[in-house]
Every structure is written in C-alpha cells, then in structure tokens.
C-alpha cells in the first residue's frame, strides 16, 4: 500500500455529503473532479466550485455510467480515482411487508449502480496503465446490522462487501480497489432530525482521506463499529470451533488451495 496523489477524479453522489466533500477537498488540493448525481440545486452548487465538473447521471442506468466513464475520459485524459458513491435511504419495514418493486428499485441503486460503476470505469483503468483506485461506498450494514427493518439496504451494502472484494481479485496490481466504510455520519440519506445526531461530514473526510490517498483496502472511520462487528465475528468463530472440522482436517475441502493445485498441474504438464 502506497501513496498516490490523484490529479483527477470521479465521484458518484457527489452532490452532497460523504461524496461532495471528499470532492472538495480534492479540488482544494488541485485535483480535477467530476461529480456525477441527479439533476437538482445540489447538482448545480457542486459545477460552481473551482476543479468540480458536475455531470448528470442517473447510477441505476448503465448507458448514463457509461455516458459519465466517456465525459471524464473526455475531459480529463485519465482517471486516477473513481468513487462509486451514490446511494439512498433503505426501504423500511419488516422484511416481509416491504414492497418488493420497491426493493428491486433500492437495489438498482445500491447495488447495481455501484456495479455499473466498476462496469464501466474498471476496464478504462486497466488500460491507462498507471496507478488507480475505485473505491466503493459501502457501510457499517456491510457488516452488521446497524438499523433494524431496513433489510433491502443492509442486503445490498453486504452486497456491494462481496462485489468490492471480488473486484480486487480480477484487477491487475497498478488498480486498487477498496471499500469505504462510513458509520452514522450527518448527510442527506435520512431525515435531517435523526441524521444530524452523526459525525460530522468535514471530521468524517478528515479520517477517510488519507486512507484513500494510502489505497487502503478498507476504509474506517466509527470505532465502535468493531464491537458490532466482533459480536458477530465471535458468534461465527463459536460455531466453527464446536461444530467444523479442523483446518488440518479440511484442508482437502480448501477452495483456494485446491485451486492452486490443480493451476500448478495443468502448468506442468
């Protein structure tokens, strides 16, 4: 893990909170970026501060993703940084009286715009051939759940965990991929009078930042998120201990390992 300085960068979302103010504060530092969101005053504030070009563009359609990848390519020359960051409140409810048109259209977000993002950005990155990274927003509900009856958005951060790790397997070294991870931090996701009570945005760019500039796999910032976390991690590690078969046992059952086997095989012969 190196440092690298992004002279350009795209940013999902980047109208407001989380996503606009890493923008900003990348074109304080001379960056050029482009901020991608839907129409709407937040939109055009964003194309008036120096460095930030603000771009239209709807996440859930991946001809518009692609319309965005083109436009930075465009204006830029290359792309050092993307940050797949647009998202929206969850649906809520008890998992089984949601809506599940509604789910579907959560997750056409959440989950399958980030997914476009990487569609369309990853390929373009691997041909410029110089250091990058794409940074997908996940969250706390990557790994727990943070707020109960909100199921579409915990499944589709959890979602957007697997993807992002699955991404960094198909990347070749000079693009890193990662995942940021933010807590409760005071943004536009949910009504002002119980998001206010996070942290706030500029403390929160002020952790993260300089995670991202080191290309950290993942992104942290909310301390207590490990008690969760372990709560869960400790439950899981109580199962295998009393119930799985010991790794020296299993090692014939190792995906990874059998893999790598029968790679190191066919290669000999």
């Not at 797949?84 to 599940?100: H, L």
């Not at 991870?181 to 009078?193: C, D, K, R, S």
Request: some cysteine; hydrophobic content about 45%; glycine content about 8%.
């Amino acid at each position: 893990m190196t440092d690298f300085a992004p002279r350009t960068a795209v940013i999902t979302g980047g109208a407001s909170g989380i996503g606009l103010g890493i923008a900003k504060r990348l074109a304080a530092s001379g960056a050029k970026v482009m901020v991608a969101d839907l129409a709407g005053p937040a939109l055009n504030r964003a194309n008036d501060i120096d460095n930030i070009t603000a771009q239209l563009c709807d996440v859930s359609d991946l001809a518009q993703v692609e319309a965005l990848a083109e436009a930075a390519f465009d204006q830029f020359g290359s792309v050092d940084l993307v940050m797949n960051n647009a998202g929206q409140g969850g649906v809520r409810g008890k998992m089984w009286e949601v809506d599940p048109d509604a789910v579907r259209a959560h997750f056409d977000v959440n989950y399958w715009g980030v997914w476009n993002g990487c569609r369309a950005f990853a390929p373009r990155l691997i041909a410029q051939d110089t250091p990058s990274a794409i940074y997908n927003t996940g969250s706390e509900n990557s790994w727990f759940c943070a707020v109960r009856q909100t199921a579409a958005y915990i499944a589709a951060k959890h979602a957007v965990l697997g993807m992002t790790e699955s991404l960094r397997d198909d990347l070749p070294d000079h693009v890193h991929a990662g995942l940021i991870i933010p807590g409760w931090v005071f943004t536009p996701l949910g009504p002002e009078q119980f998001m206010k009570f996070g942290m706030d945005a500029e403390d929160y760019v002020d952790i993260v930042l300089p995670q991202i500039l080191s290309r950290r796999r993942f992104v942290v910032s909310h301390g207590y998120n490990q008690i969760r976390i372990d709560e869960r991690m400790d439950e899981l590690a109580a199962s295998y201990e009393a119930y799985a078969l010991p790794p020296k046992d299993d090692v014939k059952h190792d995906v990874q390992l059998v893999m790598e086997q029968l790679r190191r095989a066919a290669s000999s012969e």
